[in-house]
């Protein structure tokens, strides 16, 4: 069982920056992926980002590209996500999970971080 723990979030104006952190304990593997999620009041969660723990690829979204990074820490079992150029459509529940590499389904979540940008 993996524990997922997000921090960071909070409110800030648009064209401003944040930095979310997910420190992940527990059954940990080298082999895991580690994404970002996000969900806004009344729509699904969509996903954000994703970074291998081994060799550090990483995947985003159109809408966030060239404005979020992910990137983590191996030797603090977190996984951070710089955001950049802030609009109001980032503002949601933000999400880490976890999923084996060899999986398509993230089986591990925490419990979500609050980004609101105000206009």
Known sequence: QVQL??????????GGSLRLSCEASGRTFSSDVMGWFRQAPGK???Y???ITWSRGYTYYTDAVKGRFT????????????QMNSLKPEDTAVYYCARRAESNRNYDSWGQG???TVSS
């Open 5 to 14: 723990v997000e921090s960071g979030g909070g409110l800030v104006q648009a």
């Open 44 to 46: 699904g969660r969509e």
């Open 48 to 50: 954000v980002a994703s």
């Open 70 to 81: 992910i990137s983590r820490d191996n030797a603090k079992n977190t996984v951070y996500l």
């Open 113 to 115: 971080t609050q980004v």
